[in-house]
């Protein structure tokens, strides 16, 4: 699924985050950041270079004044847990933190090192802050607003075809963020005289094509 954002968009913020989490240390210490996602590391390439470039512009080098220890679920939301653990007993300085699975699994695996998150729909629908003004606590980030902007994703569906009266919905279960955004599909779907049915479960790539 594409971002809505651009990669510099989403990814951006949370080095000037991760820079304002760094900035009493001296630039010649080796800083380590921990980076947890939910997806692959091929799927993320064009995200991390852009990331990678980001922290360039700020004056941190890779292999000189920081050192980035990548982790990968590859869509297995279950290895999340460990995998935090992991980053956590790894000992960073920072933990930078792709999608809400994973959000959640670093926010439970420490409540000391600093945690900026991305690619987060709805932190506070998903429990990973309280308060979008203040976050408090040890995790910060941005959110892509993607659970709001289900409701508008069926009207616009809505105008493209008008006589549309059911539509089918692919959810995974093990995100999150698909009970917030089927819970907004369903409250619009009322307003548009749309009904949502059937909601089919899909977990993997595999899971496609017995759904479709």
Do not use: C, W
């Amino acid at each position: 699924m594409k971002r809505l954002y651009t990669v510099a968009a989403i990814l951006l913020p949370a080095v000037i985050a991760m820079q304002a989490a760094l900035a009493a240390e001296a630039m010649t210490k080796v800083h380590r950041i921990a980076f947890l996602d939910a997806a692959s590391q091929a799927g993320r390439a064009s995200y991390q270079a852009a990331f990678k470039s980001g922290l360039k512009d700020l004056g941190y080098i890779e292999g000189t004044n920081y050192r980035l220890e990548a982790r990968y679920a590859d869509g297995r939301f279950e290895q999340l847990s460990s995998l935090a653990q992991a980053a956590v007993a790894s000992k960073p300085d920072v933990i930078l933190v792709a999608t809400t699975p994973g959000a959640l699994a670093a926010k439970a695996a420490t409540t000391t090192i600093p945690i900026v998150f991305v690619g987060v729909s709805d932190p506070i629908g998903a429990g990973i802050v309280k308060d979008l003004a203040r976050s408090r606590g040890n995790i910060t980030g941005i959110a892509n607003v993607t659970t709001e902007l289900a409701a508008k994703r069926l009207q616009l569906l809505k105008e493209m075809l008008p006589g549309a009266v059911r539509i089918a919905v692919l959810i995974n279960p093990d995100d999150p963020n698909s009970q917030l955004q089927l819970k907004n599909l369903q409250s619009a779907g009322g307003a548009l005289k749309v009904r949502i049915d059937p909601v089919l479960t899909v977990k993997d790539a595999d899971g496609l094509v017995a759904a479709f």
